[in-house]
C-alpha cells in the first residue's frame, strides 16, 4: 500500500468572478495526506478548504497541478468512479426511505444482490452504533443519528478515503463535540483516510492525527494538532488556533534559538525563534505568549517577569482570565486554573502583580 492515500501536487484552482476577473481560490497547493490517518483542512470561509475536498472528490478539476489517489493519478476521473465518498453538512437523506434503505441506496444502483446489500448495510449501521434501526425513517432520527446514517451510507461502499465537508455543522454544541469523538473512534475503527474540512479550530485540534491551515488559497502551514498549537510558523496561524497575546517588539541579539528583545515601553524580553530561524539586530517582529502558558502565581525561574495591574477578571469554572496591563498600554491576557480547593481569585480589578512567562512559551514570530 502506498504511504500516502491522497497527494495534491502542485495543484491551483480558478474560477471567472462576476466581474469577469480571475479569482484563485486554490493556489499552487502542494499536500501529502498519509494512509490511515485523519486529515484536517482548517481556515476561515473563502480560504480554498472546500474547494480543495471537492477537487479531490472529482466535484471540480484542477486549473492546473494533479491529484493522487494511492499513486494513482485522478485527471479527469468523474466523481463516481474515484474510491472516496463524501459526507455532507446536509446529510441529504431521502425522507421516503427507511435507514436501511439510505444506506444500501448506493449499492443498489450498482445492482448489488439484495442480500448482500443488506448485509452491509446492517454492518454499517452497526459500526456507527445504529444496530436495529434499519426499518425507521429519517424523520425518526435525532440530527445525531441522521449523522451517523450519513456516515453509514459513505462508509457500505467501502471507499479508500472518506471525505468529510463541515459535517458537524448543523449539530448543536454538545452534540458537536459528542460526535468529534465518535467520528475520532469510527475512524480508528475502520482505518481508512479521512480528510475532514473545518472553520472550527477546537474541532480540528480534537480529532486530527494533523492539520493543514489554510488562508487565501494557500497551506501557510501543515502539522500534528500539538505542533500548529505550541509552534505556530505565522501570525495568522497563532491567531487562528486558539486565543493568544501578540506583542511588537525589537530584536536585540540572538544565540542560536534564544532571541533577546525588547518590547513596547522598554520591557526587556527573552524569546524563542524556529529552528534555522535567523533574525537581526535591529528588527521588529511579533513575539506571541499563549494565556495559559502565563501566570501572575509566582514560580521560581522564569524567564520574563512584568510588573503590571490588573483591569479585567473573569470567572468560568475551571479557569479565571485576567487582563493585566504592563508598561507601554500593552495588555496580557492571563490565564490561571482555578485549583484553590476555595476559588478564590488571585488578584482583583486595579490590583497590583507580576506577569510571569518562560522562554520557551514566548515564541518569535517574522511574519
Same mark, same amino acid.
Given at each position: 500500500?502506498p504511504?500516502?492515500a491522497?497527494?495534491?501536487r502542485?495543484?491551483?484552482?480558478?474560477f471567472?468572478?462576476p466581474?469577469?476577473?480571475i479569482v484563485?481560490?486554490?493556489?499552487?497547493v502542494?499536500?501529502?495526506?498519509?494512509d490511515?490517518?485523519f486529515?484536517?483542512?482548517?481556515?476561515?470561509?473563502?480560504?480554498g478548504?472546500?474547494?480543495?475536498l471537492r477537487m479531490?472528490a472529482?466535484?471540480?478539476?484542477?486549473?492546473?497541478?494533479e491529484i493522487?489517489i494511492?499513486?494513482?493519478p485522478?485527471g479527469h476521473?468523474?466523481p463516481?468512479? +474515484?474510491p472516496?465518498?463524501?459526507?455532507?453538512?446536509?446529510?441529504?437523506l431521502?425522507?421516503?426511505?427507511?435507514?436501511?434503505q439510505?444506506?444500501?441506496?448506493g449499492?443498489?444502483m450498482?445492482?448489488?444482490d439484495p442480500k448482500?446489500?443488506?448485509? +452491509?448495510?446492517?454492518?454499517?449501521?452497526e459500526?456507527? +452504533?445504529?444496530?436495529g434501526y !434499519?426499518?425507521?425513517? #429519517?424523520r425518526q432520527?435525532?440530527g445525531?443519528?441522521?449523522q451517523?446514517v450519513?456516515?453509514a451510507?459513505?462508509l457500505?461502499?467501502?471507499p479508500?478515503?472518506?471525505?468529510l465537508?463541515?459535517?458537524? =455543522? #448543523?449539530?448543536?454544541?454538545?452534540?458537536?463535540?459528542?460526535?468529534?469523538? !465518535?467520528?475520532k473512534?469510527?475512524?480508528r475503527?475502520v482505518?481508512?483516510?479521512f480528510?475532514?474540512?473545518?472553520?472550527d479550530?477546537?474541532e480540528?485540534?480534537t480529532?486530527?492525527?494533523?492539520?493543514?491551515v489554510?488562508?487565501?488559497?494557500n497551506?501557510?502551514?501543515?502539522g #500534528?494538532?500539538?505542533e500548529i498549537y505550541e509552534?505556530?510558523?505565522?501570525?495568522?496561524?497563532?491567531?487562528f488556533?486558539?486565543?493568544?497575546?501578540?506583542?511588537?517588539?525589537v530584536?536585540? #541579539?540572538?544565540t542560536?534559538r534564544d532571541v533577546?528583545?525588547e518590547?513596547a515601553?522598554?520591557?526587556?524580553?527573552r524569546?524563542?525563534?524556529?529552528?534555522?530561524s535567523?533574525?537581526?539586530?535591529?528588527?521588529k517582529?511579533?513575539v506571541?505568549?499563549?494565556p495559559?502558558k502565563l501566570?501572575i +502565581?509566582?514560580?521560581?525561574?522564569a524567564?520574563?517577569?512584568?510588573d =503590571?495591574?490588573?483591569?479585567?477578571?473573569?470567572y468560568i469554572g475551571?479557569?479565571t482570565?485576567?487582563?493585566?496591563?504592563l508598561?507601554?498600554?500593552?495588555?496580557?491576557?492571563?490565564?490561571?486554573?482555578?485549583?484553590?480547593p476555595?476559588?478564590?481569585?488571585?488578584a482583583?480589578i486595579g490590583d497590583a502583580?507580576?506577569?510571569y512567562?518562560?522562554?520557551?512559551?514566548a515564541r518569535?514570530l517574522?511574519?
Amino acid at each position: 500500500m502506498p504511504e500516502f492515500a491522497v497527494e495534491l501536487r502542485n495543484v491551483s484552482k480558478r474560477f471567472p468572478g462576476p466581474s469577469g476577473e480571475i479569482v484563485t481560490a486554490v493556489n499552487d497547493v502542494t499536500m501529502q495526506i498519509r494512509d490511515g490517518e485523519f486529515f484536517s483542512m482548517l481556515g476561515p470561509s473563502g480560504c480554498g478548504k472546500t474547494t480543495s475536498l471537492r477537487m479531490i472528490a472529482g466535484f471540480e478539476l484542477p486549473t492546473a497541478g494533479e491529484i493522487y489517489i494511492h499513486d494513482r493519478p485522478m485527471g479527469h476521473t468523474p466523481p463516481y468512479k +474515484r474510491p472516496v465518498n463524501t459526507v455532507f453538512q446536509n446529510y441529504a437523506l431521502f425522507p421516503h426511505m427507511t435507514i436501511g434503505q439510505n444506506v444500501g441506496f448506493g449499492l443498489e444502483m450498482q445492482g448489488v444482490d439484495p442480500k448482500e446489500i443488506k448485509r +452491509r448495510s446492517s454492518e454499517a449501521l452497526e459500526m456507527v +452504533r445504529l444496530a436495529g434501526y !434499519e426499518k425507521r425513517m #429519517a424523520r425518526q432520527l435525532s440530527g445525531g443519528q441522521q449523522q451517523r446514517v450519513a456516515l453509514a451510507r459513505a462508509l457500505v461502499n467501502h471507499p479508500e478515503v472518506l471525505l468529510l465537508d463541515e459535517p458537524l =455543522g #448543523a449539530l448543536d454544541l454538545k452534540l458537536r463535540k459528542e460526535m468529534q469523538l !465518535e467520528l475520532k473512534r469510527l475512524q480508528r475503527e475502520v482505518g481508512i483516510t479521512f480528510v475532514f474540512v473545518t472553520h472550527d479550530q477546537e474541532e480540528a485540534l480534537t480529532m486530527s492525527d494533523r492539520v493543514a491551515v489554510m488562508s487565501a488559497g494557500n497551506v501557510l502551514q501543515m502539522g #500534528a494538532a500539538s505542533e500548529i498549537y505550541e509552534k505556530p510558523n505565522c501570525r495568522f496561524v497563532a491567531d487562528f488556533i486558539g486565543e493568544t497575546n501578540f506583542l511588537d517588539g525589537v530584536v536585540k #541579539a540572538q544565540t542560536g534559538r534564544d532571541v533577546d528583545l525588547e518590547l513596547a515601553g522598554g520591557l526587556p524580553c527573552r524569546a524563542t525563534a524556529d529552528e534555522g530561524s535567523q533574525v537581526v539586530p535591529g528588527q521588529k517582529v511579533t513575539v506571541t505568549m499563549r494565556p495559559e502558558k502565563l501566570g501572575i +502565581r509566582p514560580w521560581q525561574g522564569a524567564d520574563n517577569i512584568y510588573d =503590571g495591574r490588573v483591569e479585567e477578571v473573569v470567572y468560568i469554572g475551571t479557569d479565571t482570565h485576567y487582563t493585566v496591563v504592563l508598561a507601554g498600554d500593552q495588555r496580557l491576557r492571563v490565564r490561571e486554573q482555578n485549583d484553590d480547593p476555595y476559588s478564590r481569585p488571585l488578584a482583583g480589578i486595579g490590583d497590583a502583580v507580576k506577569v510571569y512567562c518562560d522562554e520557551v512559551s514566548a515564541r518569535v514570530l517574522t511574519e
